[in-house]
């Protein structure tokens, strides 16, 4: 799915004309990369987090030459799923259709399911 697929998508989740929706999008975007610019971390509980992690510098090699060189110290972005997604992804869980902020409806059906077997 590219952004314009995602936009689409949302649109017609929501009913919103996809300018505002593709307004949004660029916002949350442009939010999270100047949070992790700062180095602050951004949790979306459910989904996942994006955080800022730093590399090692380290010595490589050239593929071509196998002389060794010198990769400096980096800093990365860095996401890690939460575990209603891990859940859906994985089949544990469905997922739901629109739902309102803070629904927790993958943690429901997880539970459901242990109670059944």
């Known amino acids: 799915m590219n952004r314009a697929e995602l936009i689409s998508e949302i649109a017609d989740l929501t009913g919103q004309p996809k300018t505002e929706v593709s307004m949004i999008l660029s916002g949350v975007i ?3 990369t100047a949070a992790l610019a700062k180095g602050d971390k ?3 509980v459910g989904f996942g987090t994006f ?4 590399r090692q510098a380290r010595t490589g090699r050239n593929p071509r030459t196998l002389a060794p060189l010198r990769i ?3 800093r990365v972005p860095a996401f890690r799923a939460g575990q209603e997604l891990k859940d859906v992804v ?3 869980c469905r997922q739901t259709s629109w739902s309102t902020p803070g629904h927790k409806a993958a943690k429901k059906s997880t539970k459901a399911k242990s109670k059944k077997r």
Do not use: C, I, N, W
């Open 90 to 92: 994985d089949g544990r």
């Open 51 to 54: 955080e800022r992690r730093q």
């Open 42 to 44: 951004v949790t979306l």
């Open 72 to 74: 400096p110290a980096s």
């Open 30 to 32: 442009h939010t999270v």
